[in-house]
């Protein structure tokens, strides 16, 4: 059985479709104190709950999308999220993956310098 290709978000065919059913604006403007894309950073796990993910891991920041606030009653005042594309394919707490990217709360990210 064949299946279609995944999205590659570099393409613009392929970021038309990321763009209709999210509803997220590319080409927002990033807040002065954002990660940069290309930012290097660890995806850390909750010292609150058992997740978001199984385990740490690397990844970099992605210029798929500009950072966006978090709208979620736990979330910090002005906390944003961003999309992060994983060095290595990954698992959420749930066992659902693997995943090669993710919107993740910048709580979860420490920066690598």
Known sequence: MATDPPLDPEQP????AFDRPTDRSL???RPVRALVPGARVTVVR???W?????VEF???VD???APEPVDHPQARE???????RFDAPQYDADGDGPYRKALIWERY???ED
Do not use: F, I, K
């Not at 065919?13 to 038309?16: E, G, V």
């Open 13 to 16: 065919r392929d970021r038309t």
């Open 63 to 65: 210029d798929l999308a």
């Open 46 to 48: 909750s010292t609150e």
């Open 78 to 84: 002005g906390e944003s999220a961003y999309w992060v």
């Open 109 to 111: 990210l420490r920066p």
């Open 27 to 29: 080409a927002r403007h």
């Open 58 to 60: 690397q990844g970099t």
């Open 50 to 54: 058992d997740g978001p993910w199984q």
